[in-house]
Structures are given as C-alpha cells and as structure tokens.
C-alpha cells in the first residue's frame, strides 16, 4: 500500500519537473532555439493551430531561427502570429522563410528573466511538497483506518521525504542552469 502511495507521490513529483522543465522553455535566451516558439498560435483555416504543426523551425545560427511554412499561403500569417505573440521577436520574411533574429538581451531584461526563472522553479517546488503532503495524508489515513503501524507510517513518510528532497534538489539544479544561460553574455 505504501509503495503504491510512494509510486504516485513520484509520478505527480515528475510531472511537476516536466511542467517546470516547459516553462523554462518558455523563458528565452540569448541564443536561438526551436522551442523558444512552441508557444505561438498560428491562425490555419479559421483553426488555431500550434506553429509546429504548420511549419518546420530551425536554427540557422547561434542568432536566428528559420521558419519554413508547409503553405506558401501561411508566410504572412505566421508571421503575424510570431510579431503579436508576447516574445517580443521581429521576423522577416524572404520568399517562403521567415527569419527570426533573436535581439541582444539587456541586463534588465535578463534579471527579469531570472526572476521569471525563480518564480516557475518556486511553483515547482510549492506542487512537489504538494505530492509530498498528499501522500503523507494517505498514509495517516491508513494508520486511521489500522490498516499500517506506527513503525510503516513512519518509514512511508520518511521514504516520501527523501523522493521530496531529492525532486527538490533537481529543481535547484534546473534553475542554476537556467541562471547561468540566462546571465551568460
């Protein structure tokens, strides 16, 4: 029964790392990356569609991201997703590419964005002690129902707190990196 507990305080704790690795994502560096537009809505036949799913994005060099429509008719569309989304990104479009050069980053703006970075690596933490709380109330109510002894609950919340630790210790690592890419010129 506790390992069952554990098993899904641990997959909610993974979760949260996944959520937490797409938001960093989300937080664009200086440098160019694919990922930096998963988050741009392209209006294809009266459908919002994700950008992927309507064109391919590469990297052409450190700087600048390649968007290659699979419509000619999309350029201009895709185009005005990508100036109207929230990034702050200016494209130009040269025949059926549009490039996106990624602008220098100031150092207002990359504390901001650190701050960003510590504000999403806070919500992960706040739902992985969540899972922690969740499955530590499970296992009381086993103890409740004198389904375990004393001895299971506390081994059970031990072993919970040692999954908590060490998901914690992943988010710090994460936004350490985070830090450093954001901070490095």
Known sequence: MIDDIKAEAEKKMKK???????????????????????????????????LKQVASVNIEDNRTLT?????????????????????????????????????MLTEETRREMVKQAKADAEHGRVSIRNARRDANSMIKELLKEKEITEDDERKGEDEIQKLTDRYIAEVDKMLKAKEEDLMAV
């Open 16 to 50: 949260s790392l996944d959520a937490l690795h797409s938001a960093f994502n989300k937080i664009r560096t200086g440098r160019a990356h694919p990922s930096i537009l998963d988050s741009v809505m392209v209006n294809y036949y009266g459908q919002e569609t994700p």
């Open 67 to 103: 968007v290659s429509p699979w419509e000619k008719n999309l350029v201009p569309t895709i185009e005005k997703a990508i100036m109207m989304s929230d990034l702050g990104l200016n494209p130009a479009t040269s025949g059926d590419i549009i490039r996106v050069p990624m602008p």
